[in-house]
């Protein structure tokens, strides 16, 4: 059966033909073609308008429709495509250059809003070109050296050393700043694994904290309770663009001479107090992975305050080799290198990256707006003042009435893809030791009922609305 079996009727069809296929596609409406060429729309309300109207169900169906549609070319690239569709538009026919009706696309369709997707409309062609025409495709060459300087232009008084991805990009940070064997590293008991990690991967043990119930963020007050004569360290992780709260963190580095690293990956582009996340940490790592702010389709990124950390960091990266004696190893390094072809995709990135921070905050004071007073949300994100959230992917609280999971099945149904929030890690077998913080009712509780909603740039405004529409709906059934 094709796409088109449930929703075409000829133009000599009948009324009663017409609700018959309605009746069947659930989409409230079906398309009048003629020749498979289409001249009309029909939805159940027309013809519904057409009875009162003295029309009966063996009236022609020319009687009822409505020769204006909504219809694109079958070329047209998909996402623009997804961008019309609304709360009363959710079938959108497809017509070859003839005009002629070849395929209809549908909201229903699975992954029709997906969660994230890259943005890769600029230079990206032209550089990756660049580098295959000159050969320079391996670790080697221009780029790699552009897209570093452009981050260190970003966040002033920072060193940048590009890396193959932002798990490695914590591990090379630790290493460099000489976390090992005996020493703790205090970290959020809400984040991506790869923050905990590659604690354990530097011989380190990660102490896990509660997080603060607002921003989601490791909590600084539950970090003083941690902290002890093994503690080197604390990772605060800037969750889904949100900052953590900077200042407090700060002070309590300072005090018991501890190093900060900064788990930059979700928060590109986010700031506290007019400074650039990253730029606070004695290093600060990022994430080019496809689904993250800026990508690099694998890539990652680590900042460092000390020129001389990030020399051996460099050292560490390239199987721990003299940069002036080749072949002459002075640690037991690693190959964490990004090639020239990803780091040329990163700098046609970060040249558009204003104009990317500027739509994800768009999306996330849009959905803020319409989910604020919703009687099935518990919390929308909340920023101190002096805070810009990036809002890497739109994530918020439904209240504990609500079935999280179950929405995100049905929500799925109805072509929209969404995500929960990540698990506690305590909850998890290979973390459950690390638990350390005597309360963690905050993260199970944002983790119980935190949804994350498609946050592409690609996002339409229709299209958020359609989300919180589909939500409303399904919460209310
Ligand atoms: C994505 C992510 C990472 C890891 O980055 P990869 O490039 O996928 O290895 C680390 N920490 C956080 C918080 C992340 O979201």
Known sequence: MSALDNLTVEINATLKDALILINKNSFGICFVVSDLRLVGVVTDGDIRRALINNKNLESCIDEAMNRNFIARHVDTPSKDVRNLFSESIRVIPL????????DISNIKKTHSIPLMEPSLSGKENEYVNDCLDTGWISSKGKYVQMFEQKFEELHPGMFAVTVSNGTVALQLAMLAIGIKNGDEVIVPNITFAASINTVIHCGATPVL??????????????????????????MPVHLYGQPAQMDEIIKLANENSLYIIEDCAEALGSMWKNKNVGTFGDASTFSFFGNKTITTGEGGMVLFKSKEIRDRAIILRDHGMSPTKRYWHEVIGFNFRLTNIQAAIGVAQLERLDEIVRKKIHIGDFYSDILRNNNIVAQVPKSHSAVKNSYWIFSFLLKKKINRDQMISKLLEHGIETRPVFFPLHKMPPYENFKRSRSLENSINISQQGLSLPSATSLSDENMKYIVYCLNKISAQ
Do not use: F, H, M, Y
């Open 95 to 102: 017509l070859d250059s003839d005009g002629l009706i070849v």
């Open 209 to 234: 904290c509660e997080v603060d119930p607002v921003t989601w963020c490791i909590d600084p007050k539950e970090i003083k309770k941690l902290i002890n004569s093994r503690t080197k360290a604390i």
